[in-house]
């Protein structure tokens, strides 16, 4: 039968200012004094002061400590308590991991990462963990018999913490992490801030799966935006997000850094050849049943290896508070909303075609990536010139697309939207005909064509034809005859480096 959690409350003074600090859980060796700052160990029934704990970094957060829910573990409905929080920093930005006290007195972690949460449990691994520097990007391996992908390896480090806490990494000493990813949506983390590495394994949720109670009153919260001067021209720059690691300037588009924080040294690189976004950064619209507003936008551009052809996109950073961020891409193919997934989709032994939850989808496009501009906030250190290695997958379900750096590989899943949704969604009834793309149709064919069909082939044929024609005696001294084209239809949720794709 589990222990009623209220009999496992321990409660002493602080040994730094005497506040009272409280321990739920048997598990818990460390805690936060919510008063003082100073970080306390539990020996027994006697706390000593190890230091003072960094402030919290404000991620605005909808949660908060002592919130509760519910969630289903083992097959049953299980309550918990949030009863500590660790804030963490990497190659990627700064994140959080909740930790959740069970019913039974076991704890868990809810890890909220830019709005986006997995709920993992430690387990027992069944052998050694290697070495962090031993996991490879893309490669498999296995964890209790069951195989997984390698989806990120990097460093990270303790920055702050708050409330009831397992034994911590020592606060701002880099350490390796690892991610790894199953095709059936599971997530492994492996944690060598401590030895040996602990092992955490779940999957992703939402918010309003969990019942929360007693999150942040989001109704009288006043969040102000950081503000300082552009370093290259002066201007004011507001700063919304807390989770922004690059924004650029209003006044002569510089994007500029924010990796050391507004404090901290800025830096600014300047940007020409401007790409004006059709939906206005600011604008909040409804898509799929989430009320989104645009943050950010940039324009990529790709080419096929061994080709000289490039072909370009546009993408929408969207964010929602519960939700995470999302991408809204615009190609000459249509319009599609694209999110990261959790697993990592199982490549056939060719590369050919990749299955993710039951189903199946055939590989497209095969290009490299790059950011040629960029607009407003992101998540992520975005910069010109990053460059990324990409895949395209499609079925008549939806997209699928691979993104690779050389620390980290990104999968994305989404639907194509038609062009008129679009203008729905953030009012833009004005605009359809600029909105309007090669909207997304029936993926099945039809058994016959009519008489209409024959006809429009004979016709796209004969233009066709008289395309080649003219390109085989065009003169570029007269008129253009650049081979690019603006074309993509895919997208992908990018890990820092990027945002999303594809052809």
Known sequence: M??????????????GCGAPVEFKSAQSTHAV??????????????????????????????LQLMASGRIALDGKDTPFTLIGRLQYKGD??????????????????????????????????????????????????AINGKPYSVAYTGQAQLISAQGELPKLPPLGQPFGMVELRSSDGEVVSIDYGNTPPSVE????????????????????KEEKGRQFNCPHCGAPVQVQLAST?????????SIISLDSGVGGELRAAEQDEPVQPLIP???????????????????????EPGDDEHFGWSEYLLYNQKRGFAFLVDSEEGWSLVRPTTGAPQLSSTGRSATYLGT???????????????LGEFYWPVTRGQKTSNRDFASSKGLLSLEQTPNEITWSAGDKLGSDTVAKAFKLDDKQDVLKRDDPGPFVAKSGMGCGTIILVAIVIIIVLILLSRCSSCDPRVENCSSSSYRS??????????GGSHK
């Open 201 to 220: 394994r779940g999957r992703a949720v939402l918010l309003e799966d969990l019942q929360l109670k007693g999150l942040k009153d989001e109704s009288v």
């Open 2 to 15: 589990a222990n009623d959690p209220t009999q496992r409350t321990y409660r002493a003074p602080c040994p």
């Open 92 to 141: 990627a930005g700064v994140w959080t991991e909740w930790i959740a006290f069970l019913e039974d007195g076991s704890t868990a972690i809810l890890g909220e990462d830019n709005g986006a949460y997995v709920f993992t449990r430690r387990i027992d691994p069944g052998r050694e963990m290697p070495p962090a520097e031993r996991f490879r990007i893309g490669a498999t391996t």
């Open 360 to 374: 199946k989808y055939d590989l497209k496009y095969t290009y490299e990536a790059e950011t040629t501009y960029v």
């Open 33 to 62: 004094c919510g008063y003082c700052q100073s970080t306390v160990v539990r020996s027994g029934d006697v706390l000593q002061r190890l230091g003072k704990m960094a402030e919290l970094f404000d991620d605005h957060s909808p």
């Open 489 to 498: 239809s895919g997208g992908s949720y990018g890990g820092y480096s990027s």
């Open 281 to 303: 950064l600011g604008s909040k619209g409804q898509l799929q049943g989430v009320q989104w507003q645009i943050v950010g936008f940039q324009h990529r551009m790709g080419v």
């Open 245 to 253: 690691k690059s924004i650029t300037c209003g006044s002569c588009a």
